[in-house]
Structures are given as structure tokens and as C-alpha cells.
Nanobody
Framework: EVQLQASGGGLVQAGGSLTLSCSAS????????IGWFRQAPGKEREAVSC????????YYADSVKGRFTISTDNAKSTVWLRMNSLKPEDTAVYFC??????????????????WGQGTQVTVSS
């Protein structure tokens, strides 16, 4: 079982930035796809961004394109989500999740096997 740790959330004013990080103890993301998902109160969990460590291809939801950037380090031990120009509608609990590359068919929450505990992002207007 993979135990993911997501961190970096907080309270920020609209227009501000935050960087979320996702890591797992003694674990490399090599050969995994990693995704960031979010869930706002009363809403379904939605995909934000995903990255394949196999070919470094990325996916972004339309709502975050041009504002968020997903990346990983050379050791593939940490995945970050840089969030710029934050909007109040970005307020949600953000989760990171992983799936084996061979099972990765796109940035769909139901395809991901292991999930972190979530980190709260609150954007004030």
C-alpha cells in the first residue's frame, strides 16, 4: 500500500499563489501516474491535473489551464502543483493520488488506486 502525503494548502487571497506537494515515504513515483483532484463542499470530486512519469505528459482541467502547473523532480519522489492566479472557486480540499502507469488511461479519479489525506485550499475574495 502506498501512503501519500499531500501538503501546502492554506488560506490565500484571490490572485495569490500556493504550491502543493505530494510525496510518499521510501517510495518513488517512477512508473506511476500522479493526479491532483479536488472536492469542494457539496460538489463531486473533480480532476485538476495529472502527470505521467513515464513520458511526462500532463493533463489540466480547462478551469485551471494556464494557471496551474504540475511537475515532478528527477528522482520522481515528489510531485508539485503550482497554483497561480487563484480564484475563490478554486477553494476545495485537494488530494493527490497515484496509479500504476500500465493502468493509467487518463485523469479520472475512479482509475486511481491510492489517495493522500487531502489538504485544504481556501481562496478569499
Amino acid at each position: 500500500e502506498v501512503q501519500l502525503q499531500a501538503s501546502g494548502g492554506g488560506l490565500v487571497q484571490a490572485g495569490g499563489s500556493l504550491t502543493l506537494s505530494c510525496s510518499a515515504s521510501r517510495f518513488s513515483f517512477d512508473d506511476y501516474a500522479i493526479g491532483w483532484f479536488r472536492q469542494a463542499p457539496g460538489k463531486e470530486r473533480e480532476a485538476v491535473s495529472c502527470i505521467s512519469t513515464d513520458n511526462l505528459s500532463t493533463y489540466y482541467a480547462d478551469s485551471v489551464k494556464g494557471r496551474f502547473t504540475i511537475s515532478t523532480d528527477n528522482a520522481k519522489s515528489t510531485v508539485w502543483l503550482r497554483m497561480n492566479s487563484l480564484k475563490p472557486e478554486d477553494t476545495a480540499v485537494y488530494f493527490c493520488a497515484v496509479v500504476v502507469e500500465g493502468d493509467y488511461n487518463g485523469c479520472t479519479a475512479s482509475d486511481f488506486d491510492w489517495w493522500g489525506q487531502g489538504t485544504q485550499v481556501t481562496v478569499s475574495s
